[in-house]
């Protein structure tokens, strides 16, 4: 049974930084991709950023390019997301994906196969 375990939310002012982790277990995730959505009440979940895990190529969404980076460490099943000059509209549950990647991250965003449970981060103006 695939699992994902989020880690590092919290409280940050605007302009601060966090770095959220997920440790996924219970499979290879050769040809998979893992990535970060995000919810806040109200509203429906957002694509954040994505990662294959082969060959490492990214993928991020419009509201966070040039701020968040996200990377993964192969030995560890984990992936990361450095999250920099936060705003407060990124307050949100962040929730660890992981998907078959096929053919493209249009399809691979619509077929996400397991997800964490979620770790809060508020950004305070």
């Known amino acids: 049974q695939v699992q994902l375990v989020e880690s590092g939310g919290g409280l940050v002012q605007a302009g601060g930084s966090l770095r959220l982790s997920c440790v996924g277990s219970?499979?290879?995730?050769?040809?998979?991709?893992m990535g970060w959505f995000r919810q806040v009440p109200g509203k429906e979940r957002e694509f954040v950023a994505a990662i294959r895990w082969n060959g490492g190529g990214t993928y991020y969404a419009d509201p966070v390019k040039g701020r968040f980076t996200i990377s993964r460490d192969d030995a560890k099943h984990t992936i990361s997301l450095q999250m920099n000059n936060l705003k407060p509209e990124d307050t949100a549950v962040y929730y660890c994906?992981?998907?078959?990647?096929?053919?493209?991250?249009?399809?691979?965003?619509?077929?996400?196969?397991?997800w964490g449970q979620g770790t809060q981060v508020t950004v305070s103006s």
């Open positions: 219970g499979r290879t995730f050769r040809n998979y991709a």
């Open positions: 994906v992981v998907g078959y990647y096929g053919s493209s991250w249009t399809v691979w965003v619509r077929s996400l196969n397991y």
